[in-house]
């Protein structure tokens, strides 16, 4: 597949490097060639020193044969008007990285795939998005639904603990035919595990259920998790336009706070956010008198949003020592990651993994309707829907000899969710949530075409 990425910052090059260890046919367009330098000594790629939006260079290098057409610098009309040229000079796809809200609502985005852009996106609202999910149920560090909740389906990944009820029990003795929950992946320090039937849970993993949403309540229970309170009072560090999402999104009965250092910006937050519920502070997050002055001790969730990757860990670090329970961390360095991760930060959140999670959809073949990086677990869950005649209906699950790098964990059929296990029947139309690590995803995909 040809992929053209306008834009070598950070979302572009985490795209490059996403589509390149997949040995697609991979072009990189930026103004800067000291970033490009770095990218092509790397990988296996091409780049070109251009503006985008020249249509003599978007010809020479061959758009009209591109598969994507992705836009991703920092500059919004830029990345529109490069996406709209590269979809009249004949891109099949193209997809633009936004900052305007009003891009997506329904009437723009037809307006946008006439004049040749098929899709925007905001990486703020995506990130603020998994934020509040979050936050919204602090026990869980994710918390994902297939098929925007329609099928009662959940992914859940929960940090368990001594106190965990399901320790050093094999897995085939915990989820029988009638179970109420699948364990379809476990993050082990820096392992990644699509589980087996022999394999447990141990202390301090990350254990990715899949489960009937009526169930959340049971997991959290034998998680050893009915310490966590409900979220009322929430801190945000930082006022980016993530914050801005964030404040935004959080339910009107929480009570934010808002700590920013930059005084000019926090008169303009009091102009964006109009909402009682939310106050802006101007002062330093890191300074610990201030977060006692603001009852850091009787808040229930802390969220770093600078954008410091270091200070967010820091600062979350500390709000846990002062008994926060929930905390959430926006790391724009995603080699920080694992280290954070070993530090038990809580949720982690890389706006540049959950746009390209979104983006990647849309170079496989099979119908895929959602994709999400589990980021810390180095995994992806999608959703597929199975095409007429294709494999993935042909056989019971245990007969279909899966690829051992992917999981299925249910099925959302007539809008109904079910669990998966080796003696499902996958029907034609049915949107089947799979889990996969590696290059798992790409193999899998071909059991639905």
Known sequence: MKIIIA?????????????????????????????????????????????????TGLKEIGVAHCDLFIGVTPDEDLNINCCMMA???????TVARVDSVEYLSKESQEYFKEMGISSMFIPEMVAAKEIVSSVERSWARMWWEPDNGEGNLALIGVKVRQDCQILNIPLKNLTQKDATYHVVAIKRGSDTLIPHGEDTIMPFDLVYFMTDKRNQDFIRQICGKNNYTKVE?????GGGTTAVFTAQLLPGNMNIKIIEQDINRCYELNKQITSSNVMVIHGDGRDLSMLREENVDDTDAFIALTPNSEINIISCLTAKKMGVNKTVAMLDNINFIPMAESLDIGTLINKQAISASNIYRMILKADVSNVKSLMVANADVAEFTAAPGSKITKKLIKDLKLPSTATLGGLIRNGKGQLINGMTQVNEGDKVVAICIDNGMKALAAYFD
């Not at 697609?24 to 091409?46: A, C, F, G, R, S």
């Not at 979809?87 to 796809?93: F, M, N, P, Q, T």
């Not at 009072?233 to 560090?237: C, P, W």
């Open 233 to 237: 009072d929430v801190i945000i560090m």
């Open 87 to 93: 979809g009249r000079l004949g891109a099949k796809r």
């Open 7 to 55: 834009g070598a910052g950070r979302v572009g090059t985490h795209l490059a490097k996403l589509f390149a260890r997949e040995n697609h046919n991979i072009i990189v367009l930026d103004e800067n060639p000291e970033k490009l330098n770095m990218l092509q000594v790397n990988y296996d790629l091409m780049v070109k020193v251009m503006s985008p939006t020249s249509i």
